[in-house]
């Protein structure tokens, strides 16, 4: 059991096909960060002079994924901008952004954690460039990321994630080659 948490690795996206399905996670090169902040306000109801009810919905995530660079056949994918026949990345007032599931690891002290966040979507990086100085300082492409519940045949989830234990081994080690979705069928 890990007692610390450390290093974002691994960072992965699956992009959701028009029929529903996960299609293979492609990688994103050189994550820098995640942050990930709750959404959903928590509501309060007094009566009887005291705080009577509370309630705080789940309504995903909302934040955003620094990379080194997002690659051009990323940003078409995600994005929706377009290659056109000279090679050229094109951003059109059009583009609508795709759904996708964010796969990621967490390193930890004694295993790492794998996660998947079922429901993404990223919006357009802000441009930021520097000129050099004494030194190289990289850039970096920073998206804003939404994350929102995702309806599994009437159940709605947000994410899933697996530590590197006996029990587990071989779903973390495939953790990467699909998203793995929730299964609740009762063993016979």
Not at 84 to 89: A, K, P, Q, Y
Not at 120 to 139: M, Q, W, Y
Not at 143 to 150: A, M, S
């Amino acid at each position: 059991m890990n007692k610390v948490r450390y290093g974002l690795r691994s960072v992965y996206v699956a992009p959701l096909t028009s029929t529903g399905t996960y299609t293979t996670p492609i990688a994103i090169p050189g994550a820098v960060t995640l942050t990930l902040d709750p959404a959903g306000e928590e509501t309060i109801f007094y009566a009887d002079d005291r705080k009577y009810f509370t309630t705080a919905p789940n309504n995903g995530y909302t934040g955003s994924l620094s990379a080194a660079y997002l690659p051009d056949d990323l940003r078409a994918k995600l994005l929706g901008q377009t290659v056109d026949e000279n090679g050229l990345l094109v951003e059109s007032a059009d583009d609508q952004p795709s759904e996708f599931a964010l796969l990621f690891e967490i390193q930890g002290d004694a295993a790492g954690r794998r996660y998947v966040f079922y429901d993404c979507k990223f919006s357009r990086p802000s441009e930021s460039h520097n000129s050099k100085t004494e030194g190289i300082t990289p850039d970096t492409d920073t998206l804003n990321l939404t994350v929102v519940p995702k309806d599994f045949a009437g159940e709605y989830y947000i994410k899933s994630s697996v530590e590197n234990e006996t029990g587990t081994a071989t779903v973390y080690a495939a953790w990467f080659t699909a998203v793995k979705i929730p299964d609740f069928t009762p063993e016979a």
